[in-house]
């Protein structure tokens, strides 16, 4: 047989051999088989059932433990040996992910009532793997064997298996609402699910209220069930109103946070001790990222972490000085790194193991106490035909002592004595063949006697299993009744039974701004001409001589505070900023600015200096390009900085000065000098901005045009002070009578006064 698929035609072809090739278009061809894996994912590996809360492989893993008798108050068997059975018998997968399952729901920092009962290492919250299947053993948990109860009596149904040979159930009959209490994850095809665990005890609790009020509201049952209940405590300041709509409508989130205390410490210190942090975080990648925000300086008021954890969760965070406000350093940490999640709920799950759909809390409750009835009725039922079979044997016992001299007789005289005895006695097949297999130890009066009685009870046990069939209300009664023993096995007064998540109302707080967590400390900032930046302590001579690499020197060097900021410009026309503090210190040749700032190899470092707030800058290009900027629209919030004076062709940012006059002076660098009112310039944000000077064109060797000089230098003045500029041996001349050189934006100058410095620059 052949398969042949074309992208329009559909026709069936017969080939050489006789068979027969399908011809089918591409689209229906590829949509019919997608559509087959997609199902099988959905319903086969990914999405809980909502009748038992378990995926096959869960359920797979507790059938085969309970095949071999791995009672939770019986022995251990090596974890290969459960995996190896469920890989052969039930689940044809690989062994390591059937083992990883199973390592799971031993762990008890992933499921909050654990069913499996793992000895050896089954890893742990700082994310290790579990040691390897052959150095670890298992067994069931109480809670595995509440899941299982009734499987032998007929409670749910069964199927083959993937090869024929045995017989495995489609789901069990769970005497808890496993999926609320495990919770549940996966990711099929087109959908997810993420279900949080939540306490067995409230769960009862809201069941019960479900069963006394069909159409019980979800506030009502949010009474019962106020949040999820973590393996890791943690504590939930998720609004009620937010927790509300999530369990009406099965999507919403959940926030998440750590628990933390202080500890007093000698001289009025202290630290921060974290004892829980947030579901399926692990501990090792928290402790890194903490580690990395007191690195970058992102949170100067932590000085420290420490893991001092044991048995129970210590993380210890010491503060930078004592002064700092607890409140402060916790919010700025929960705002930085995972102490504080949010758990994305998505309630996606199969409704009697066939539909997906997202399901309210209300949908998941009455779907578990449907499928608890069904249980009921189904064991009640199995019991109920056991009762009779057994009705049956007792009636031909009973016979046969009152007859019990002709019963022997004909067993000894007889070549085939069970037609006889069902002729002379009436006695059915199933009586005649349980008399002849009667021990003769049984021919005593006393067992006469305990075979009424029992007769007896099996009628009275009879009649309540009628009654209970036949009332809807009886069933109710006794599925509450079961519910109360779980709750009493499993809830708040049982071993590891009460809520570990803690409610509680997230503070108002407001976001403090970085330079307030940082302690204002003088330094002095040194970069040199090669862009090597560090920070000295203290405010230093600017005259020091200081130690740089081979072939460098010092460029810019100023007093700063630690709280400052520094702005740098680069040559692509990008500013940049940095904090004072994040600066290596000064102990050696410090850190190159391109590791700090996105800055490109190919840009130069145009300027360095310290931010203040209220001033402006004038920015210009080397084609004479210009425009007045506020400098608070300069500063960046990301290490790529942000664009300001667009530059293209062969020009690039060369000038970047503080605003301090009312005239701007601007000399080129074949010395042509102009002067215009600095009201002549535009405020922009953003540009190439306006010309400043005109320059000649001139052809170059190759053929092009271009131009002759561009800009040298600029600066601003107050006209009537004049105008001042760097003369030999530390002295300055002013030129206080512009007026020659006074003219119109955008022209070409004249040349400057006498004495004006021979490279064109202003200082």
Request: net charge negative; aromatic share 6%.
């Amino acid at each position: 047989m052949y398969h042949r698929v074309m992208a329009d035609e559909t026709d069936d072809i017969k080939d050489d051999e006789g068979g027969v090739t399908v011809s089918e278009p591409l689209r229906r061809a590829i949509g019919e088989r997608y559509l087959q894996y997609a199902l099988s994912t959905i319903m086969h590996r990914a999405l809980p059932d909502a009748r038992d809360g378990l995926k096959p492989v869960h359920r797979r893993i507790l059938y085969a433990m309970r095949e071999l008798k791995l009672a939770s108050n019986g022995g251990f068997r090596k974890s290969a040996k459960i995996s190896g059975d469920v890989m052969g018998n039930y689940h044809p997968h690989g062994d390591q992910a059937i083992y990883d399952a199973m390592a799971r729901l031993a762990q008890d920092f992933n499921v909050r009532y654990p069913l499996v009962d793992g000895q050896g290492n089954f890893g742990n919250i700082d994310g290790d793997n579990p040691a390897a299947a052959r150095y670890t053993e298992a067994r069931m948990t109480a809670a595995a064997e509440a899941l299982l109860e009734g499987l032998a009596e007929d409670a749910v149904d069964f199927r083959d298996n993937y090869d024929g040979s045995l017989r495995e159930p489609v789901v069990l009959p769970a005497a808890f609402p496993n999926l609320l209490a495990n919770g549940s994850s996966g990711i099929a095809v087109g959908m997810a699910t993420n279900i949080p665990p939540h306490n067995i005890g409230e769960l009862c609790d809201a069941a019960l209220h479900l069963i006394k009020a069909p159409n019980a509201r979800d506030e009502t049952l949010l009474e019962h069930v106020p949040a999820p209940d973590f393996p890791t405590g943690g504590v939930i300041v998720e609004p009620r109103e937010s927790i509300l709509n999530t369990y009406r409508t099965g999507r919403g989130s959940i926030r998440l946070r750590a628990r933390w205390q202080i500890e007093e410490l000698p001289r009025g210190q202290w630290q921060v001790v974290v004892t829980e942090i947030p579901y399926s975080v692990q501990k090792s990648k928290l402790i890194e990222k903490i580690a990395e925000l007191i690195q970058l300086k992102k949170i100067p008021i932590l000085a420290d972490v420490r893991d001092e954890s044991a048995e129970d969760i210590r993380l210890v965070l010491e503060p930078r000085a004592k002064t700092v406000d607890s409140n402060v350093l916790m919010e700025t940490l929960f705002r930085q790194s995972d102490l504080e999640t949010r758990f994305s709920v998505n309630m996606n799950v199969l409704i009697d193991g066939l539909t997906p759909k997202v399901c309210s809390l209300k949908e998941i409750l009455r779907a578990f106490l449907d499928h608890r009835r069904d249980v009921l009725r189904r064991r009640s039922q199995h019991r109920l035909e056991k009762i009779d079979h057994r009705l049956e044997v007792l009636e031909g016992y009973i016979i046969a002592f009152l007859n019990l001299d002709r019963v022997i007789a004909i067993i000894r005289n007889e070549d085939a004595p069970k037609p006889i005895m069902m002729a002379e006695f009436d006695l059915t097949d199933v009586q005649a063949e349980a008399i002849l297999n009667m021990r003769l130890r049984s021919l005593r009066r006393l067992e006469e006697m305990e075979l009424k009685a029992e007769h007896e009870a099996l009628l009275i046990e009879r009649a309540e299993l009628e009654d209970l069939l036949a009332d809807e209300g009886l069933q109710w009664g006794r599925i509450s009744d079961q519910l109360r023993d779980i709750r009493k096995q499993f809830g708040k007064s049982a071993p590891g039974g009460a809520r570990r998540t803690e409610l509680a109302d997230a503070p108002d707080f407001e976001e403090v701004p970085l330079e307030a967590m940082i302690e204002k400390e003088p330094i002095t900032v040194v970069c040199s001409a090669m862009g090597w930046i560090r920070a000295m302590k203290g405010h230093i001579a600017l005259d020091t001589e200081l130690k740089f690499k081979d072939g460098d020197e010092t460029r810019f060097v100023f007093h700063a505070q630690t709280t400052d900021k520094l702005v740098l410009f680069g040559s692509n026309g990008r500013f940049y900023t940095l904090g004072a503090a994040a600066l290596p210190g000064g102990r050696g040749m410090g850190e190159p600015l391109r590791l700090m700032v996105d800055l490109p190899n190919e840009a130069a470092i145009v300027d360095l200096f310290l931010h203040q707030p209220g001033r402006k800058l004038l920015v210009a290009s080397t084609a004479g390009d210009g425009f007045v900027i506020p400098e608070i629209d300069v500063i960046a919030q990301t290490r790529s900085g942000r664009q300001v004076l667009n530059v293209k062709d062969k020009a690039v940012a060369k000038i970047c000065k503080a605003v301090v006059g009312d005239h701007v002076a601007v000399v080129s660098e074949n010395g042509k000098l102009l002067v215009f009112p600095l009201t002549d310039l535009p405020e922009m944000n953003r540009g190439k901005g306006v010309r400043l000077q005109k320059y000649k064109m001139a052809r170059s060797a190759q053929g092009s045009l271009d131009l002759d000089g561009g800009l040298s230098d600029i600066t601003t003045f107050n006209l009537a002070s004049g105008l001042s500029w760097p003369m030999g041996g530390g002295k300055t001349r002013t030129e206080t009578d512009m007026s020659d050189w006074i003219g119109k934006r955008a022209g070409a100058g004249k040349r400057p006064p006498y004495g004006f410095p021979k490279n064109n620059r202003f200082g």
